[in-house]
T-cell receptor, first 114, second 114 residues
């Protein structure tokens, strides 16, 4: 099976812009979670989607949003970018609640905000 | 609420020495527990997981972890460190009281000296 894929892998934006990141889960997985990783902060949970519905949400401002499509692919959007949004954004997929909840991670999208 | 503590943000061992990375969780209910490894510029890779089937869990690359309910611990060990083990290691716990959201430790950076 192909693993979790994330596009793009690298991105450079300027303050005030918006960005959309994409994640394709492992085939058959219906749950997608997003994380922000920065040095010193570790992994910060953004949100989880299951069957096109947001199931869990972290403590991030409303500038961070996401969605999931019927084929389980997910996108996250960050509007009005700030310098502090520079991070590695990781996507993880799992079979979903009630099934194997092990999360499998993609390689991440590294976002640099200038 | 569930929390995870990884003792030691940086651990350094000599090649061939024992590796011990510590993880403690807070919940009194044995949850699912995971160890992940992250190599530079990559996503997270599952090392092993505890699902209550056995207290000693064997993972990939010679790693294993022992679940100790009385100590609320899930420490990761490897008898003999290899240079290729140098990476960041994360412990995570599934929080049953929070939609089984994964709660993450801050990570431990393992350095292996020749």
């Amino acid at each position: 099976k192909a693993g979790v894929t994330q596009t793009p892998r690298y991105l450079i934006k300027t303050r005030g812009q918006q960005v959309t990141l994409s994640c394709s889960p492992i085939s058959g997985h219906r749950s997608v979670s997003w994380y922000q990783q920065t040095p010193g902060q570790g992994l910060q949970f953004l949100f989880e989607y299951f069957s096109e519905t947001q199931r869990n949400k972290g403590n991030f401002p409303g500038r961070f949003s996401g969605r999931q499509f019927s084929n389980s692919r997910s996108e996250m959007n960050v509007s009005t970018l700030e310098l502090g949004d520079s991070a590695l954004y990781l996507c993880a997929s799992s079979a979903g609640p009630g099934a194997d909840e092990t999360q499998y991670f993609g390689p991440g999208t590294r976002l640099l905000v200038l | 609420a569930q929390s995870v503590t990884q003792l030691g943000s940086h651990v350094s061992v000599s090649e061939g020495a024992l590796v011990l990375l510590r993880c403690n969780y807070s919940s009194s209910v044995p949850p699912y527990l995971f160890w992940y490894v992250q190599y530079p510029n990559q996503g997270l890779q599952l090392l092993l997981k505890y699902t209550s089937a056995a207290t000693l869990v064997k993972g990939i690359n010679g790693f294993e972890a022992e679940f100790k309910k009385s100590e609320t611990s899930f420490h990761l060990t490897k008898p003999s460190a290899h240079m290729s083990d140098a990476a960041e290691y994360f412990c995570a716990v599934s929080d049953p009281g929070n939609n089984r959201k994964l709660i993450w430790g801050l990570g431990t950076s393992l350095a292996v000296n020749p």
